[in-house]
């Protein structure tokens, strides 16, 4: 059990690696407009990490870091203007609704308070499948928004956990040192989960079109050399 080689010190060297990333994530968001490359590294790392993949921390962040910049930073602009404005909307309709606006007023806040939700559980996977899939910006977020529909009881789950832990620690700003790796390793784990069905799933399809693909070029390749065969009689 205390070897080097046991549960224990394994244990141990992944709270390292989390801690770690936690901090690196920290440092290169710093600059703001870095956040959402920052993210998307982390959870790049992240999930290596969970599915005991990843052997270094700075080089696997370093790498996804530069390769999903462009697209990290786009997918944070998109969602933090629409955040911003929900915000807006939400402070504007409480403000009315606060000096008697009335019932649509307050159905209003309701439906922004709503979306606001969902915009944040977008976010949840946005950035994770940033780091383990290729599409587009909108391809993304438009994935990222079924996903989360999809895996509704994952995605409650990681909302509580990781905005809550967010709350607890802008009030007591020391936990960030352990919030941040713990709310990478709860995530990491369930997004890579889930996104392994679709890996599985992708490959299944592969694998069935490329068996297609075989016949199909089989059959041709029958047909050619019966062909040769009836000219050469």
């Not at 959402?36 to 052997?55: C, N, P, Q, W």
């Not at 998109?78 to 929900?86: S, T």
């Amino acid at each position: 059990m205390f070897s080097i080689e046991g549960k224990f010190f394994k244990a141990l060297t992944k709270a390292g690696d989390f801690l770690i990333l936690g901090f690196l994530g920290f440092v290169f968001s710093i600059p703001v407009i870095t956040m959402g490359a920052s993210i998307t590294a982390m959870f790049y790392v992240g999930m290596k990490l969970v599915r005991d993949e990843e052997g270094y921390v700075f080089k696997g962040f370093i790498k996804s870091f530069k390769q999903n910049f462009k697209q990290g930073f786009l997918i944070e602009l998109i969602i933090g203007v629409v955040a911003a404005l929900l915000i807006a909307d939400i402070r504007i309709c409480y403000m009315w609704a606060k000096a008697d606006g009335g019932v649509p007023i307050r159905l209003l806040m309701f439906a922004a308070i709503g979306l606001l939700l969902v915009l944040s559980a977008v976010a949840l996977y946005a950035f994770p499948m940033l780091s383990k899939f290729e599409n587009t910006v909108i391809g993304i977020l438009k994935n990222a928004l079924l996903l989360c529909m999809h895996h509704l009881p994952q995605t409650l789950i990681m909302l509580f956990i990781t905005y809550g832990l967010i709350v607890f620690s802008i009030n007591y700003f020391t936990a960030f040192i352990v919030t941040i790796p713990l709310i990478l390793y709860i995530d990491s784990y369930v997004l890579s989960r889930i996104f392994l069905i679709y890996v599985k799933k992708s490959q299944e399809e592969n694998a069935v079109k490329q068996a297609l693909e075989d016949i199909e070029n089989g059959h041709q390749q029958e047909s050619s050399e019966s062909s040769e065969s009836d000219e050469e009689k």
